[in-house]
């Protein structure tokens, strides 16, 4: 039985990797051993509990051939009229082909499309 203060970390930690594996966001490492539930990306040497890597249509990115207006204006910098041009644009093309095309956008700046590029994927609609 581990005494002292000890418990109490072990215990905060042991609660939070598993309230991170409950959200569908756990990841955890100790120093170099690494605790992973249905997540990844994690960094050596701290505690860390992190989002899941985003790394395929699988892992909540939005599809931009069948995402609605709201779930586009939850992208960050997107807000109602982007979402409605993007929605246009997507119209115009009959479906994007690449994420790239999103430049094409009004109102779509290369700010913009870099905060959003590895949010996004193109899947046939």
């Known amino acids: 039985m581990v005494k002292g203060k000890y418990w109490l970390v072990l215990l905060a930690v042991m609660l939070a990797f598993m ?4 959200l569908g ?5 100790l120093g170099h051993t690494v605790l992973q539930g249905s ?3 994690v960094s050596t040497g701290e505690i860390s509990l992190s989002r899941p890597q985003v790394d395929g249509p699988e892992h909540a990115r939005l599809n931009l051939n069948t995402a609605t207006a709201a779930q586009l204006q939850e992208l960050p910098g997107v807000g ?3 979402a409605k041009n993007i929605l246009s644009l997507r119209q115009r093309l009959g479906g994007f082909t690449a994420v790239s095309q999103l430049l094409e956008a009004d109102g779509l700046g290369q700010g913009i499309y870099d905060k959003i590029k590895n949010l996004v994927y193109i899947a046939e609609n």
Do not use: D, V
């Open 80 to 82: 109602e009229t982007l």
């Open 19 to 22: 309230a991170g594996i409950a």
């Open 25 to 29: 966001r756990g990841s955890l490492l």
């Open 39 to 41: 997540g990844g990306g």
